[in-house]
Every structure is written in C-alpha cells, then in structure tokens.
C-alpha cells in the first residue's frame, strides 16, 4: 500500500524521517478489493484428554464460526513434539505453521492448570514463529481467548493468552470466554448444554467473526509500523553499499 502524502520536512519532528512517516488516513482502507472467501479460523486446545474439555469446546466454537459462514480447520495437537526439541520441518510442527499462515483469525482455548494455561497449549504457540521468511503467519490476524476450570470461574488462562496474542501481534477480540465446572457444562455426547455460559461463546464466535470481516482486507496496513519500516529501509542501504564495495 502507497503511504499518505507528507511533506518533506518535518519541523517540529526533527527526529522523524519524512520519507517514511505516514498520515494515517480513511481512503487507505478501501484501498483494496474486499475478500469474498470464507473467513479461515484456526482454533488451537489445550489438553490432550479423552474427554477433553477444551477440546469440546473448541468443537462448539468451530460449530458457531461455520454457522457465522466461516471456514474452519481444529489442530490436534497429539504428537506435537516439545519446541525446541524436534526439527522445524517436523510434521506436526509444518502442520500447524501452515494453518497458521492459512488462518485469517484464530480460537485459542485452554484448560487452566495450577493457576496457567497448560503446557500443551504454549507448545502449539511458541512453533508459531513471529515470522517465517518476509512472512509473519499471526500478526494482523484475529483471535478470540477461552478457557475451561474444573472449579470456580477464574480468568487466568485467558489473560495469559492475551498476553500471547499481544505478543504475536494479533488483533484480539475484546470479549472471551471463561467455562466454570466444565466437568458439568456438556451432555454424554460432547456437546455443551443451554447455559449462559453457551450464549457468552456465541457471543465471542459473533464477535470473532464481525473484527475478521470488518480488519482482514485492511489488515496489513493496520499493523504497518514506522519503525519496522525505518529499519527495513536502513537494511536496504546496508545490502546495496555492500554490493556496492
């Protein structure tokens, strides 16, 4: 995308450089063609249990986002090796690092274990790398934040992913979900009974949906940085006087 029209000189920024300082600007979102596909959801949990209610409730979510016209892919996370411990071109870790890059908005869900989200969960999320190539497979892209407790609601687990969604650069969602007593929440074939606690998902997988929709074409401008751009131009210099000597 073209940035905005600046001056060449910025008096009273005498530490910005002109050349590349953008004035933010309405036209530059309807700069490029809406998308017509589906919206892609990647959805990520976080216990490996047979009867996992992360899991389940992951499904019901999956369910909601086709529903709300989305495209859905769930990862199972069974045989994914510890990070660092196998190859990057391990297959699981190449599964899920390519549904990264397919995904347009992401579910995270995890069971809250001593107070955190589970280590199988920040598994899943440290083999997504913050950048692979020029490519960045999370950054600018949604996230929606659940968990499920086996006691009294608490918010642990989805604050920490917060944290991680923050961290990955991802546009996340104001609302999330938060499954107190999981253990009592679904019926013997899986799915989660009518409750308040279902109506707070349809709510998130709405509200998933609508920031998909509503940032996805717009999405790399959004997160176009200055500094990112100060450093990709210094490096640019640096490639051509070294071709240069």
């Not at 953008?22 to 998308?35: K, M, N, Q, V």
């Not at 989305?70 to 990057?88: H, K, N, Q, V």
Request: aromatic share 8%.
């Amino acid at each position: 995308m073209r940035r905005a029209a600046v001056s060449t000189a910025l008096p009273e920024l005498p530490n910005i450089d002109a050349e590349l300082f953008d004035r933010p600007s309405p036209e530059r979102f309807s700069h490029a063609a809406p998308a017509r596909h589906a919206p892609r959801f990647l959805l990520l949990y976080g216990s490996l249990r047979e009867r996992s209610y992360s899991r389940l409730l992951t499904e019901e979510a999956a369910r909601l986002l086709r529903a709300m016209g989305g495209e859905t892919r769930i990862f199972d996370p069974a045989g994914l090796p510890l990070p660092d411990s196998a190859p990057d071109d391990h297959p699981k870790v190449q599964e899920l690092r390519e549904l990264a890059q397919w995904a347009e908005g992401m579910v995270w869900c995890s069971p809250e274990r001593h107070g955190a989200m589970t280590g199988i969960m920040k598994a899943q999320i440290d083999w997504i790398p913050l950048s692979m190539g020029a490519v960045r497979p999370t950054q600018g892209k949604t996230l929606a934040v659940m968990q499920v407790s086996g006691g009294s609601q608490s918010f642990n687990a989805v604050n920490q992913l917060r944290v991680l969604g923050r961290w990955m650069r991802m546009l996340t969602i104001p609302n999330q979900s938060s499954v107190a007593k999981a253990f009592l929440e679904f019926d013997e074939a899986g799915r989660m009974k009518p409750s308040a606690y279902y109506e707070r998902v349809v709510d998130v997988m709405e509200e998933l949906v609508k920031f998909t929709l509503l940032t996805r074409d717009a999405a790399a401008y959004l997160v176009d940085r200055y500094s990112e751009r100060k450093e990709s131009a210094e490096q640019f210099s640096r490639r051509v006087n070294q071709r240069a000597i």
